[in-house]
């Protein structure tokens, strides 16, 4: 372990250092004061507060290392140093992980990745002239979703039948989740622009979307309404037909997104596994071609028709996020309920404290019965 140094690594010459964070400062101050959404207070760290445990990944921009701050472990996100190399994109990703932090500050959803803190001096703190002057102090992940899938590629494979139903209810809980994080970012006039797997990970049994790098607030606070942004934003397989073809989109393009990875985590399957990008803008953009849908059993059934329904070529036909959580909700709670009653296990409330719905609403739409017991726990049969 050692404290975060950054004296001995590359940095710039103090008068362009200088130069890229008045860019920088002016580029994230544009956003900010178009922004409607209202930061909280967050803490101002100082790097010499931070203790390096270790690496935790690299994307194409960011750099995340385990730290020690205050007794207790986050996760820390910065630039990779190579950027430094190429100060125009250093430029571009600095405005968008300050960008990412102003969002992650004025938002707050038990799926949405936290933030704790930044460098202290802000985005300022680019004048010092490292990659890691400025900084995210964020939640430290245990798996990815991506990690998951291969662990649930194990269970349909070798998992008994009451393993393979407890896998069926995370699947389930899992897309529910997603779709209840994207509806509270649409709700806030953002549209999320890269769903995908390796954006997805797990923190105390619960799915986080984090990396909101390509996050961008609406101009009106009419998410239905359609608008020119950027095309060919986030992964190709995972993109909407209108976002790669360069068309106007709105949040609806987040709903095909979700289905792709919803199809991912019901299938264990890749989308378009083996599609060139030709083929991807010929046959998904241009024909509406689909994933096919292996043969599956029936609890299965009712989410496969969600997702299909969500992929429509036609954004506007695409369900709404609030209504997809509502009858994944729904269906949870009624699968949970079979899984215990066939487990002959007894639960508690506070398994469905999350969710509105009562968990005797849910026994009496269905053929489960619930018993109270002395100790405040239900058996379910
Ligand atoms: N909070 C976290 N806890 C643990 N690991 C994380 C966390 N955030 C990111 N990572 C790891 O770091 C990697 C890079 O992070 P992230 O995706 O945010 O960077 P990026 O450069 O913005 O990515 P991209 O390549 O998608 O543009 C992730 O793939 C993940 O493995």
Redesign the pocket.
């Known amino acids: 372990m050692s404290v975060v140094d950054t004296t001995h690594v590359q940095m710039w010459p103090r008068n362009i250092a200088h130069h890229v964070a008045e860019c920088i400062f002016r580029d994230v101050q544009d956003i900010v004061r178009r922004s409607r959404l209202n930061r909280n207070l967050t803490a101002l760290i100082e790097h010499r507060e931070l203790t390096h445990i270790r690496n ?9 290392r ?1 730290v020690y701050y205050q007794g207790r472990a986050f ?1 820390m ?1 910065h630039l ?1 140093q190579d950027l430094l190399n190429r100060p125009s994109e250093f430029r571009q ?1 600095a405005s ?2 300050a960008v990412e932090g102003h969002m992650l500050a004025s938002l707050s959803h038990p799926n949405l ?1 936290k933030l704790h803190g930044w460098a202290a001096n802000g985005v300022a703190s680019f004048a010092k002239g490292y990659h890691d002057s400025f900084f995210l102090l ?4 245990e798996e ?1 979703l991506e990690d998951r899938i291969e662990t649930w590629k194990q269970i349909r494979q070798f998992g008994t039948a009451v393993q393979r139903q407890e896998m069926y209810t995370q699947q389930l809980r899992a897309c529910e989740q997603i779709a209840s994080v994207l509806c509270y970012l649409h709700e806030n006039d953002i549209i999320y622009r ?1 769903l995908k797997p ?2 997805l ?1 797990f ?1 105390r049994k619960e799915i ?1 979307l ?2 909101l ?2 996050s961008r607030e609406l101009p009106y606070p009419d998410t239905r309404q359609s608008f020119q942004m950027s095309g060919r934003v986030g992964t190709q397989r995972y993109m909407a037909p209108e976002v790669a073809c360069h068309e106007a989109y709105n949040v609806s393009a987040d709903v095909y997104s979700w289905a792709m990875v919803c199809y991912e985590i019901l299938t264990l399957e890749r989308p378009y596994d083996r599609f060139s990008r030709e083929m991807h803008d010929t046959l998904v953009c241009k024909q509406g071609v689909r994933p096919d849908w292996p043969p599956m059993s029936p609890e299965y059934w009712y989410l496969q028709n969600i997702i299909t329904s969500a992929w429509n070529q036609t954004p506007c036909l695409r369900p709404c996020l609030a209504n997809i959580c509502h009858h994944l909700s729904q269906e949870h709670d009624r699968a949970y309920l079979q899984l215990r009653a066939e487990s002959k296990t007894i639960i508690s409330l506070d398994e469905f404290s999350y969710r509105k719905a009562p968990i005797r609403s849910v026994s009496e739409s269905t053929d489960i019965s619930l018993m109270s017991t002395e100790t405040g726990l239900y058996r379910v049969f």
């Open positions: 935790l990944g690299q994307g194409a921009f960011s750099h995340v385990l996760a996100k990779r990703a968008e992980l990745i964020l939640d430290p992940l990815t890269d390796s954006n990970g923190c986080k984090y990396d790098g390509l």
